[in-house]
DNA sequence: GAGTGTGAATGTATTCACAGCA
DNA sequence: TGCTGTGAATACATTCACACTC
């Protein structure tokens, strides 16, 4: 293994050789060159990635794909269950309640709150809904580890708090607004608004196209 | 403006700017480093990223909210409509459809397209869905600019031969395939499942800590 | 005086190219 | 011989610090 750190975006490129991984038998093996084909990069970036968190493959012969997956799957910390709480049950919570690739990642949404009394005490993909003022107990009773934050930016701060003050100590932010929470808690802010606000100008490419580009 | 050309991240910076110039009054001024603080980055870089595409603020004065406003959304092409075909009316085709921020920023999905029976000739969200076959002719007659697909991977790249096929410049994929378009098709693939898997790898933050860490 | 605009300095990530092992 | 693992070279992005303008 190497001693250098890896780079910021490695764990986005490692879930993708994953992605891939998990389409292979296996017992068979594969190269860095022909891994790299499949998601559209290079031989050596392959190898750096899985080099800076240990040497998976064999010299001369590639890697196996069985161990390599899991491999992967170590290192993005998805062996792991994680129970979570979900806050704000509107568009986007509702969404990702339904959304079938958290319980396969080991994502577990136990229970979900949201202020609204016409949801409060119904469910949402079998997950019940309670009011935010049962947090506290709710979540030390379950044995939650992570909040999510899907309520609109005004109350999201409100939320941390709430979940702070309920012992969570790590938090995913699905909400535009910049949160603040005391040092110990992790904080992962997941922004898909503006991904898709930059798409124009991707689309564009060049500066001095847009406008001129496609719309025509 | 600067002859050094923006890095690849100004976009998704420049959309956070954005954000909050939009809940700020038009005639208001604002200084980079007030800007800096609403998103959590520094002055520097506010100006920096501004400076990649122009001039638009005045020394000792700071930057007028709506004039700077306008600039970015000329930038990220928010002012021009495009007209959108959606390729698969499932999950995440159905949640776009009805994801009301696209309107907001011209990104106007004109037709939907699935090869489900029971889904062709009705309307999500007031969007007709028809059957591919007529890709090319609805297309053609719509005007449309940019096609954004949304079936599973194994029929992505089908998908994508079709759009081409029917004239399409402008490719969004959602699905987890690596397509192959014709050089002059711009194409742009959006990831939003890797984001969600990395979470955990992130939350941990460091690889020592993974496993070690938070689900106790 | 206050705050922008921007080269120059630093830091981070990617690519190269080859030594080393099966 | 084939393919990994990795330091060294290059390219890219961020931060610094200050000249310049209102």
Chains 1, 2 share one sequence.
Do not use: C
């Amino acid at each position: 293994m190497s001693k250098e750190k890896p780079p910021e975006s490695a764990a986005l490129r490692l879930s993708l050789y994953l992605r891939h991984l998990r389409t292979m038998q296996g017992d068979g093996k594969i190269s860095s060159a022909e891994l790299a084909r499949m998601v559209g990069t290079s031989g050596a970036r392959v190898r750096k990635d899985l080099s800076y968190f240990g040497q998976f493959g064999t010299r001369g012969r590639g890697y196996v794909v069985g161990d390599l997956r899991g491999q992967i799957i170590d290192i993005l910390g998805l062996n792991q269950e994680w129970k979570i709480a979900l806050v704000g049950v509107g568009k986007l919570g509702t969404a990702l309640l339904r959304y079938p690739g958290f319980r396969r990642n080991g994502f577990h949404i136990t229970v979900a709150f949201d202020v609204n009394p016409e949801l409060v005490e119904r469910e949402v993909a079998g997950i019940e809904i309670r009011h935010p003022y049962q947090m506290p107990k709710t979540i030390r009773a379950l044995g939650i580890h992570m909040g999510m934050i899907t309520v609109p930016a005004e109350s999201a701060q409100e939320s941390a708090d709430l979940l702070v003050l309920s012992g969570i100590r790590a938090i995913l932010n699905f909400s535009p607004a910049r949160l603040v929470v005391p040092a110990p808690v992790r904080l992962k802010n997941v922004d898909f608004t503006s991904q898709l606000e930059i798409i124009p100008y991707h689309i564009a490419e060049t500066v001095a196209l847009t406008g001129s580009m496609l719309p025509r």
